[in-house]
T-cell receptor
Framework: NAGVMQNPRHLVRRRGQEARLRCSPMKGHSHVYWYRQLPEEGLKFMVYLQKENIIDESGMPKERFSAEFPKEGPSILRIQQVVRGDSAAYFC?????????????FGPGTRLTVL | DQQVKQNSPSLSVQEGRISILNCDYTNSMFDYFLWYKKYPAEGPTFLISISSIKDKNEDGRFTVFLNKSAKHLSLHIVPSQPGDSAVYFCAASHNDYKLSFGAGTTVTVRA
């Protein structure tokens, strides 16, 4: 049973470009969470999605960031017009049910570098 | 605001000895606490958790203690093994899914 898949593992963008990060949850998991880890900090919650629904995006910056989890295909975290401050590791996690009482299973992360 | 704090960025321990990792939190609404372990170039892996209705949970070599009055929890690893060398994150939740993480403690187990 494959774990949570994220690609690309490393992504380099120049300022002003767009970054698309993809996450395929574990088989049978319908809940996806995105976290961001800045250098020397812990992971910070960004958004919680179920299939075709954004449940909680309270951790997402108001501008330039968006996320989706379509009926078919992976979840996508999209960052438009990237800036140097967006450089971070972005982790996706999934769970079979709402994660209360269940741990979230994390992917290996995408390391975004903005030049 | 940093609601979960791990004040020790690193810990070095001899193989076979006990590793004690500490975590403090400020949000009294947190009711579920977890420890994750992370190796380089990998995502965090769930290790052990505890509900706020308990003060101790044990799983093999890993034990988590919760002191709600002090808003403090700790992870004990006994005995420490070389494979335990990793970054350990403390996390907390009050609504089942939005985990708040500490900055992590890097554990090095010396042979």
């Amino acid at each position: 049973n494959a774990g949570v898949m994220q690609n690309p593992r490393h992504l380099v963008r120049r300022r002003g470009q767009e970054a698309r990060l993809r996450c395929s949850p574990m088989k049978g998991h319908s809940h996806v969470y995105w976290y961001r880890q800045l250098p020397e900090e812990g992971l910070k919650f960004m958004v919680y999605l179920q299939k075709e629904n954004i449940i909680d995006e309270s951790g997402m910056p108001k501008e330039r960031f968006s996320a989706e989890f379509p009926k078919e295909g992976p979840s996508i975290l999209r960052i438009q017009q990237v800036v140097r401050g967006d450089s971070a590791a972005y982790f996706c996690a999934s769970s079979p049910e709402l994660a209360g009482g269940y741990e979230q299973f994390f992917g290996p992360g995408t390391r975004l570098t903005v030049l | 605001d940093q609601q979960v704090k791990q004040n020790s960025p690193s810990l070095s321990v001899q193989e076979g000895r006990i590793s004690i990792l500490n975590c403090d939190y400020t949000n009294s609404m947190f009711d579920y606490f977890l420890w994750y372990k992370k190796y380089p170039a990998e995502g965090p892996t769930f290790l052990i958790s505890i509900s706020s209705i308990k003060d101790k949970n044990e799983d093999g070599r890993f034990t988590v203690f919760l002191n709600k009055s002090a808003k403090h929890l700790s992870l004990h690893i006994v005995p420490s093994q070389p494979g335990d060398s990793a970054v350990y994150f403390c996390a907390a939740s009050h609504n089942d899914y939005k985990l708040s993480f500490g900055a992590g403690t890097t554990v090095t187990v010396r042979a």
